[in-house]
T-cell receptor
Framework: GDSVTQMEGPVTLSEEAFLTINCTYT??????LFWYVQYPGEGLQLLLK?????DKGSNKGFEATYRKETTSFHLEKGSVQVSDSAVYFC??????????FGKGTLLTVNP | GAVVSQHPSRVICKSGTSVKIECRSL??????MFWYRQFPKQSLMLMAT?????????EQGVEKDKFLINHASLTLSTLTVTSAHPEDSSFYIC?????????????FGPGTRLLVL
């Protein structure tokens, strides 16, 4: 079945540091890929998505590129802020239209 | 933007009692809602798909008699954990899709933390 493996945290960075959270997937067919973010006390929010190979999703300075050859969708940001502290989930939507999530990565950014 | 609410946000109950969790789409209608369960340091696991006007569809391994789902209206789905036991303690999250044009976006509730003593 479909599965998502993402880098386990927690990840702690200083403000303005470079962020990478790795995500790889296993799926049949051609899934859509997502990154969701969950801020403390709030529901998951869509951060960015990509629906086909080589697509790059981007939002709020975050980027992720759909790499079919490596089955990856790594999340990157060039300069993190304290306000980026949250839990980040990688997810895919497969041929059955259901979302499969990774375990989540807690990011803490210190001033 | 679209918002999904859950109530309660936190509940503590005694073993053997039943607990009802509500999921509401606040400014859009949802014929389908999804219920997830999340254990500490684990991913969200889809439990069931709630369908307005028809029976919910459950994922493999989820007991339909234990987790009762009722999609009462186009803006409300409820999950009732019947005869709760400590192993049912978890974080329950609902989501609802909103369609605008050709784009579908899943909106998630903030979750309900259930602790069964």
């Amino acid at each position: 079945g479909d599965s998502v493996t993402q880098m386990e945290g927690p990840v702690t960075l200083s403000e303005e540091a470079f962020l990478t959270i790795n995500c790889t997937y296993t799926a049949t067919g051609y899934p859509s890929l997502f990154w969701y973010v969950q801020y403390p006390g709030e529901g998951l929010q869509l951060l960015l998505k990509a629906t086909k190979a080589d697509d790059k999703g981007s939002n709020k300075g975050f980027e992720a590129t759909y790499r079919k050859e490596t089955t990856s969708f790594h999340l990157e940001k060039g300069s993190v802020q304290v306000s980026d502290s949250a839990v980040y989930f990688c997810a895919l939507r497969g041929s059955n239209y259901k979302l499969t999530f990774g375990k989540g990565t807690l990011l803490t950014v210190n001033p | 933007g679209a918002v999904v609410s859950q109530h309660p946000s936190r509940v503590i109950c005694k073993s053997g009692t039943s607990v009802k969790i509500e999921c509401r789409s606040l400014d859009f209608q949802a014929t389908t809602m999804f219920w997830y369960r999340q254990f500490p340091k684990q991913s969200l696991m889809l439990m069931a798909t709630s369908n307005e006007g028809s029976k919910a569809t459950y994922e493999q391994g989820v007991e339909k008699d234990k987790f009762l789902i009722n999609h009462a209206s186009l803006t409300l789905s409820t999950l009732t954990v019947t005869s709760a036991h400590p192993e049912d303690s978890s974080f329950y999250i609902c989501s609802a899709p909103s369609v605008a044009g050709s784009q579908e976006t899943q909106y998630f509730g903030p979750g309900t933390r259930l602790l069964v003593l």
